[in-house]
C-alpha cells in the first residue's frame, strides 16, 4: 500500500483476492479507508476527436 501511495508504477497495480480481503478487513476496523478502485480499461484512454 505504501508503494502505491509514494508512486504507483505506470503500468499499475493489481491486487490479488487475498490482498482485497485483508485491506476490506482493515476497512471494516477504520484503520484505512475503503478503496474506491476504479477498473482499467484494456481499451486504454478515450481522447475526444
Do not use: F, I, K, Y
Not at 487475498?18 to 477504520?30: N, P, T, W
Amino acid at each position: 500500500m505504501v508503494t502505491v501511495m509514494l508512486g504507483a508504477p505506470p503500468e499499475g497495480v493489481e491486487l490479488d483476492e487475498e490482498e482485497s480481503r485483508a485491506l476490506a478487513v482493515l476497512a471494516d476496523a477504520g484503520v484505512v479507508p475503503r478503496l474506491r478502485l476504479v477498473p482499467r480499461d484494456p481499451a486504454g484512454p478515450r481522447r475526444a476527436a
